[in-house]
């Protein structure tokens, strides 16, 4: 057996090296199976094996044949984070080995690993394991960068490159020949020290899967999985090799070539089109366009912008470069680059191969035609400024030509001194645009340069744009013509329009826009990124004009495109950051008495630390210590760092938190009990969190914050689960789902599907319990939800089972609520009578001392919801007098309560008396302030309601195209909260309006869906007034169509006096007196309006009963 790591040749079967003792089989870390060393994947598991050949000293690093690794200071603590992992190995060593002697071979792997290692460095790569001829690298580990997928792809190009150069000796010098393979993929993982050997190494499927994809690639190329692909597609070219299957891994790998780096100038370039609207950034590009405007004058400008990574600086130079392009100008673009800081003049040199067209496999004398080309036109020609352009692009000069015969710092000079001069020619014709990106990563002498621009622009047509972030501090200050920029975050209402534009004009769910504005706060690429995220990753789906959620909102991860530049930010503050992230368990905001508390450093190195943290930007300060409170700058650093915790560590984290929060500041557990609730639960700590989930629960619910309810009752549920089941936690969770139920009706209306979720599950567990109390409190619940699907029979019997139950257990608390149940749902039935002597008996029960409370037990106060549906029933029986009154009462009741959610029913339900009353002002006016009070409570429900009736009272008022649009608005938001009640009431007012303006429109296909749902719903409360409209519709399509209306009438009268509905009666018995009037029955129809308006004790002011009056009066006429 051949020694891979002294090409000793060994027995078979023996363990270590005989001349140098390294180990001679290696054990898989999934399996134990030992492995011959020349296995890269295990042969019983096929399992990658990341253990190199075991050095001669354990402690001894591992490093190539070729020399020692430079290495940043590595974490002590394993952590959680992005990384991208290049599995780099020669194609048949094995049978190279067999044509060269050991020590040939050594030497072969030797020089192919130096060239390796040099090119990884040049990139930051860090080498962590030699596996013979192979090797695993980490790009991102121990130090992140922002962009290190395309480093890793950089190094693999390179490496390819190097090979090249490589064999061309090696063939040369041992007729020898290398190929190799190299695998890419990006994804999470956990680094850090495995073993007694001290070696960091990344744990999960990210380095298999690298592993996987270089046994993939062909010889000579770079394979790279679809999450790499995702992050450098801007930057290089890629050919989709299809789906792959590899041993070991579930699912068929999605496989890419990298062809090349693409030749793109900025991100923007990269990026292409599709770019979204510039937002929030009128003032800045105004003011550029001025200090273009006095280039064009003549009088030369300088503008500095400066902004953190992410904050639009790019995207405001592509606005600029597109509002001048169709002016005369000549442009000069180009940006510094991270992997060329020490690379004299690069972005200029790249700027001009770029001009100059040149191309790989130009021939030096091509390059140099271009050059003296491209200078012709300036008089600048002459031998020793073609010498010095040569030179600074690297084009050898022919044989025989005159040498510059100059010192490097005079050449230097004078290639600075030809760069402008070039510029002053191309400003004597037109003005030129100088746009230079990413200044915080310039070389020596393009600073050199800058600064030659910078004091000689005014003397010519041009404007030097420069950008570059916080911590570059630009030499060039108090000049006239230089005017210094600073990008800002956008402003909440510019991050909104930002999100409705990334997410292409659709509309997106309040809750999404909301936590995507929370997370990115107002940093466009942050916008940006994270909506692209969201919309690839089917939580949403997609309507005509705006997305829906597809299920419950999770918490939004961060994307991996901006993985690495947080951690990037982090790691260069590596001897702090385990502050940064205990602060980051704390939340985004925090105390300095807390974090000291919780922290192990003493007071004056906890100080020190935290200031270097706000010199760095990651954190504000607010106060001085003790009394200070710092906040991260971004939402999504304090994840990144939060994020980065092993899992174990943050609980530890959270467990210290809590405990010092409950025993230092036992405050916290009375006004912030969600604060103790979180950090017990991430602890693990779940018998702790339930109270106080339970407790902030109850206190939003109380502050009808209910939203936040919602998540607090939710987390205390999910809890629970964790748990063991006891009748004890049985109870507890009975408690959290049955003061889950009213928030949810609050926040998503009664027939969400996660109201009729909670009530069943509470149902459930009071069956279990044998709890007669809850289980009537479940079952309203779901009557309540039933009734509100317009599933009116089930929620009529879901009643009367909940009366019966109230009566046995002789609670008038639960008959108050059980009343009021039943006389809704009678209500809705059409049986007005019954209903109205139900709700009464809830009205004689209420005692608003002893049952206000129970608008945050149920939802709503059972003593406006009696009073509103009793008006309602009292008006359909013919007394709109009296409806009007308890409407007031409602009202009244309402506002002393000061509970939002019983205010809106009460205010809806005075908008359809007044509706019903036909008082179309005051019906906008109730309506109008519903509106305002769910927009403000965020009450989509309610809402919903109120926008339906305001549309009514628009189109009442002879503004029915737009009323109508309005009522269609409400109808559709109605619907989609889930409820179903009313809607062959709002199709018939909407069908009204179509009557009322004299065409039928849609009308007629309204009441016919109406008359079909209450036939398949029995919701009969108005039905008699759908029979009517249709007469109505049939009269206005043409006079053939009498026979047919009186008929509808009729059906209307018949339908209205079985429900004993006087006022329903009252206008069906008006349009039938209006056609026999037409049609020369006066008298009969004289007789009967007399009848039904003689019955009527009140109401003589109504419209109604005034045309009634009307009417009559025209039939009594002689």
Not at 243 to 255: C, E, M, W
Not at 394 to 410: D, H, K
């Amino acid at each position: 057996m051949k020694c891979p790591r002294c090409q000793h040749e060994n027995p078979a079967g023996v363990k270590f090296c005989g001349a140098c003792g390294a180990r001679l089989e290696v054990l898989c870390p999934t399996c134990q199976a030992a492995n011959p060393p020349t296995n890269r994947f295990c042969h019983e598991c096929g399992q990658v094996l990341t253990v190199a050949v075991e050095p001669v000293q354990a402690a001894e690093p591992t490093r190539p044949l070729g020399g020692p690794q430079a290495a940043p200071r590595i974490p002590a603590e394993a952590e959680r984070r992005q990384l991208t992992v290049m599995f780099c190995d020669l194609v048949g060593s094995t049978a190279l080995s067999g044509t060269l002697d050991p020590e040939d071979m050594r030497e072969v792997v030797r020089v192919y690993q130096e060239a390796c290692a040099e090119v990884i460095h040049s990139f930051d790569g860090h080498i962590a394991q030699y596996l013979g001829d192979g090797l695993l690298v980490y790009f991102g580990y121990p130090r992140a960068h922002e962009d290190d997928a395309q480093r890793a792809v950089r190094a693999a190009l390179g490496i390819m490159d190097g090979m090249e150069r490589l064999n061309t000796r090696l063939r040369r010098d041992r007729d020898v020949q290398l190929a190799v393979r190299v695998g890419i993929h990006t994804g999470l993982v956990v680094v850090g020290e495995i073993g007694g050997r001290h070696e960091h190494l990344a744990l999960g499927e990210t380095p298999n899967l690298a592993a996987r994809l270089q046994a993939i690639a062909e010889p000579d190329t770079v394979a790279i999985s679809a999450a790499t692909h995702h992050l450098i597609e801007r930057r290089f070219g890629c050919r989709d090799l299809g789906l792959h299957t590899a041993k070991g891994i579930s699912t068929p790998l999605r496989v890419y070539r990298v062809l090349g780096e693409r030749d793109a100038p900025s991100d923007f370039e990269a990026v292409g089109t599709g770019l979204t609207a510039l937002v929030g950034r009128d003032q800045e590009v105004g003011l550029l366009l001025d200090r273009w405007e006095q280039v064009k004058d003549g009088f030369g400008q300088v503008a500095l912008l400066s902004g953190e990574a992410g904050i639009g600086k790019s995207r405001l130079l592509r606005e600029l470069r597109e509002r001048v392009a169709n002016e005369p100008h000549t442009r000069w673009e180009c940006r510094c680059s991270p992997y060329h800081q020490e690379s004299a003049l690069f972005p200029v040199i790249d700027l001009f191969q770029r001009a100059l067209e040149f191309a790989r496999d130009d021939p030096p004398e091509g390059k140099l035609r271009k050059i003296e080309d491209r200078l012709r036109p300036y008089g600048l020609s002459d031998p020793e400024t073609v010498a010095l352009w040569a030179a600074l692009l690297s084009v050898p000069v022919p044989a025989g030509s005159s040498p510059l015969n100059l010192t490097p710092q005079r050449q230097k000079q004078k290639t600075l001194e030809a760069v402008w001069i070039l510029l002053v020619g191309l400003a004597s014709r037109q003005p030129v645009l100088v746009l230079i990106e990413d200044l915080h990563w310039v070389d020596p002498s393009t600073l050199e340069l800058l600064s030659l621009l910078v004091e000689q622009a005014p003397t010519v047509r041009v404007l030097v744009l420069l950008t570059f972030r916080p911590d570059f501090r630009p030499p060039w200050a108090q000049r006239a013509h230089v005017t210094f920029l600073t990008l800002n975050r956008l402003n909440r209402r510019q991050t909104e329009l930002l999100v409705g534009r990334a997410a292409g004009g659709k509309g997106l769910p309040t809750e999404v826009v909301q936590e995507v504005v929370a997370k990115t706060d107002g940093v466009p690429l942050f916008v940006e990124e994270l909506i692209k995220m969201v919309l690839e990753s089917g939580l949403l789906r997609e309507q005509d004009d705006r997305y829906q959620l597809t299920g419950p909102l999770p918490a939004l991860a961060i994307p991996a495109t901006l993985q690495d530049s947080l951690m990037a930010r982090l790691d260069r503050l590596a001897t702090v950051k385990d502050v940064a992230q205990l602060g980051a368990t704390l939340g985004r905001s925090f105390s300095y008495e807390l974090l000291q508390v919780v922290s192990s450093q003493d007071e004056e190195t906890l100080v020190r630390t935290l200031t270097k943290l706000v010199e760095a930007e990651l954190l504000y300060q607010r106060g001085v210590p003790p009394e200070a409170t710092y906040f991260f700058k971004h939402a999504l650093i304090q994840e990144a760092a939060y994020q980065s915790l092993l899992k174990s560590r943050r609980q530890q984290f959270h467990q210290r938190i809590a405990l010092a929060l409950a025993e230092r500041f036992p405050e916290a557990a009375e006004t912030q009990p969600e604060l103790l609730a979180h950090h017990y639960a991430e602890a693990g700590l779940h018998e702790r969190a339930i109270e106080y989930w339970r407790k902030a629960g109850e206190r939003a619910v109380q502050r009808s914050a209910n939203l936040e309810a919602i998540a607090h009752l939710t987390n205390g549920i999910e809890s629970l689960r964790r748990l063991p089941t006891t009748r004890e936690n049985i109870l507890q969770e009975l408690d959290l789902q049955t003061t889950l139920g009213p928030a949810l009706i609050v926040a998503r209306g009664y027939a969400a599907p996660e109201v009729e979720r909670a009530y069943a599950r509470a149902l459930q567990l009071s069956r279990q319990l044998a709890d007669n109390t809850r289980f009537l409190i479940a079952t309203l619940g779901l009557c309540s939800f039933s009734l509100l699907r317009a599933e009116i029979q089930r929620a009529r019997e879901l009643a009367e089972e909940c009366l019966a139950l109230a009566e046995q257990i002789g609670d008038d608390a639960l008959l108050l609520e059980a009343h009021s149940a039943l006389g809704q749902t009678l209500f809705y039935q059409g049986e007005f009578a019954s209903a109205h002597a139900h709700l009464r008996d809830g009205i004689a029960i209420y005692d608003p001392k002893r049952h206000g409370s129970h608008a945050f037990l149920h939802g709503e106060d059972p003593g406006v919801g009696c009073r509103v549906h009793a008006g309602w029933a009292l008006w359909s029986l013919g007394y709109p007098d009296q409806a009007l009154t308890l409407s007031r009462e409602a009202i009244t009741l309402a506002e002393q309560l000061s509970h939002p959610t019983t205010r809106a029913y009460a205010l809806g339900f005075a908008a359809v008396i007044h509706q019903l009353r036909r008082e179309t002002r005051e019906a906008q006016d109730r309506a109008e302030a519903m509106v305002t009070l769910a927009t403000e409570q965020a009450m989509p429900f309610w809402l919903a309601m109120g926008i339906f009736r305001r549309g009514w009272a628009i189109a009442d008022q002879g503004h029915r195209p737009e009323g109508i649009a309005e009522m269609h608005r409400g109808l559709t938001a109605w619907r989609d909260t889930g409820a179903q009640l009313e809607t062959t009431y709002r199709l018939a007012l909407i069908a009204d309006a179509y009557v009322s303006e004299d065409q039928a429109g849609e009308g007629p296909e309204l009441l016919e869906e109406a008359l079909t749902l209450a036939g398949a719903t029995g919701e009969r409360f108005w039905e008699a007034e759908l029979h009517r409209l249709k007469g109505e519709f049939l009269l206005a399509r043409s006079r053939d169509g009498q026979a047919q209306a009186e008929a509808s009438f009729r059906q209307a009268i018949e339908r209205a006096r079985h429900q004993n509905a006087k006022s329903l009666e009252l206008r069906a018995l008006v349009s039938l007196s209006r056609l026999w009037q037409r049609q020369g029955k006066r008298e009969e129809a004289r007789r009967m309006l007399a009848d039904i308006y003689g019955w009527f004790t009140e109401g003589f002011d109504t419209a109604d009963l005034q045309e009634a009056k009307v009417l009559l009066d025209e039939l009594s006429a002689p």
